[in-house]
């Protein structure tokens, strides 16, 4: 088997004058013994000889299933792995790495647990990490986050610097988990409510998001050109989307799947009407990525494109989501009596709103634009519409996600079960005479005759089997076991 131990105190061969293994220049110097000659694992030395057998044996083993992950691999401390080998392999979408990028440094490296060796972190500086994001952000973010942290030392795994994933093998250790929540759909009247509570030049948003199930982004990026009037439908093709920095770029829908939604003619007539009042504004943007590129493919991949935008600022910008959120939604939530506006705190704070133009409310993030596109799917599930059709109107990956997210919007959903057990209940208790007859020890009964002929059929065919019965008060056979 390879791998074997080395002396470096003594020489290897023994001296032909004195018979003895003399001393070496090394002699008192460093480690004396060193583990060497396994493939493909470094070497290692060590002080006592035992502790050389027990690493050599152990590595040997390993080696042998594939498994050796070299200790001092894991030496390097979480924020250093993260920030040289994990987030420079990263290929995400723009958002997406931003929005883990932001979590990851906010929440994981800027933690005492950040600062750990890899192979440190056990159960004990899980659990610490664990409470003191609790402290930080909700149930929900934290699930998020320890997703993010699951994954980076899956990576670490994968690179052989652990052995084993610490968020998957601590039992102790249980991620945040949210409660299950029921997404919740509009009424007509709260619909109408909040919509005339938006300036009317943005009033098709809403018209879009609850007639269309579109979301914000598809909303904020869809052009004259993507609707159909003469077929009926929209074509959703792009959304806008925008940087934390405030870079706009135009890219893909959520998955990069597009879909085609129909139109409805009340839809389609208030869309006319919008094209005419507002018309649509011409808006050059990047496409999928607002960085400036630094080789000729991404320069052709992130070319700008030019768009006819449906809707556009006043001075025929394009719109940012969040000031949309802060100056016509929330305000919107608030006329319609969802949320309420908190006033400021002192002068300082008063000033500071009034300076950004923004202003504090009550928590509101189950009230976002995405309500709209929850009321457009439970308006055609509980028409009876086709889960499969609602799921590519939506533009989920699966109609799975579909059922998951809005199951309890169809019509009668386990209706027909309880119905089906409610007549269990409503059936007579008493079996009718008929039954009784059927099912009594007299129904089963058999003639002496036929019974011997039976059994000597079923002993002529050689099974093995034992056969217990009794004489009846009638002359018949009452069988009561038979082992086979």
């Known amino acids: 088997m390879a791998g074997y131990i080395e002396d470096r105190w003594l020489n290897k061969l023994k001296d032909a ?11 008192g110097k460093g480690k004396r013994y060193k583990v060497s000659g396994i493939p493909g694992v470094r070497g290692r030395s060590f002080e006592v000889l035992e502790d050389a057998k027990t690493w050599l044996a152990q590595a040997q083993t390993d080696a042998r299933r594939a498994e050796f992950v070299d200790p001092r691999r894991g030496d390097m401390t979480l924020s250093e792995y993260v920030r040289t080998q994990f987030l420079p392999g990263r290929t995400d979408k723009l958002t997406t790495y931003t929005t883990m990028e932001s979590k990851v440094r906010n929440h994981i490296l800027g933690l005492p647990i950040g600062s750990l060796s890899l192979r440190r972190i056990d159960a004990a500086a899980l659990r610490m990490w ?12 934290a699930e998020v986050i320890w997703t993010h942290l699951s994954t980076i030392f899956q990576a670490a795994v994968d690179d052989t610097r652990l052995l084993r994933n610490p968020c998957r093998v601590h039992a102790s250790v249980r991620p945040p988990k949210t409660k299950e929540k029921k997404v919740r759909a509009w009424s007509r009247q709260i619909v109408d409510a909040v919509r005339t509570g938006v300036q009317p030049r943005y009033r098709i948003a809403v018209d879009l998001g609850v007639g269309a199930g579109l979301r914000q982004g598809e909303v904020l990026g869809l052009a004259e050109e993507d609707i159909d009037f003469d077929r009926m439908v929209i074509h959703v093709r792009r959304q806008l989307r925008a940087t934390n920095s405030g870079a706009f770029y135009f890219c893909l829908p959520k998955g990069d799947k597009t879909r085609t939604v129909q139109l409805t003619p009340n839809l389609a007539a208030r869309l006319r009407d919008h094209i005419a009042a507002f018309p649509p504004k011409v808006v050059e ?29 006043t001075y025929g910008n394009r719109i940012y989501y969040r000031t949309f959120n802060d100056r016509t939604w929330k305000p919107a939530l608030l006329g319609a009596g969802l949320i309420e506006k908190i006033a400021p705190a002192d002068a300082k704070e008063a000033a500071r709103q009034k300076r950004l133009h923004r202003s504090r409310w009550t928590p509101s993030r189950e009230l976002g634009f995405h309500c709209l596109r929850h009321t457009f799917a439970s308006v055609q599930l509980e028409a009876g519409e086709s889960i499969v059709t609602v799921s590519q109107w939506l533009g989920h990956s699966t109609p799975t996600i ?6 309890h919007f169809m019509p009668g959903a386990g209706a027909r079960g309880m119905a089906a ?7 007579p208790t008493t079996p009718p005479p008929l039954l009784l007859s059927k099912f009594s020890p007299a129904g089963f009964s058999l003639s002496a005759s036929t019974a011997a002929l039976q059994l000597k059929a079923m002993q002529g065919s050689k099974a093995d089997m034992k056969v217990k019965y009794k004489e009846t008060s009638r002359g018949g056979l009452a069988v009561n076991v038979i082992e086979c």
């Open 17 to 27: 004058t004195t018979g003895r293994r003399e001393r070496t220049e090394r002699w």
């Open 130 to 141: 664990k409470a003191e994001l609790l402290t930080r952000v909700d149930v929900a973010t």
């Open 285 to 313: 943007l990047p496409w999928d990525n607002p960085e400036a590129p630094t080789t000729d493919l991404e320069a052709r991949q992130r070319a700008p494109i030019a768009v006819p935008l449906l809707l556009t600022t």
């Open 402 to 407: 579909t059922l998951e997210r809005y199951a």
């Open 421 to 427: 057990m409610d007549a269990w209940f409503e059936a």
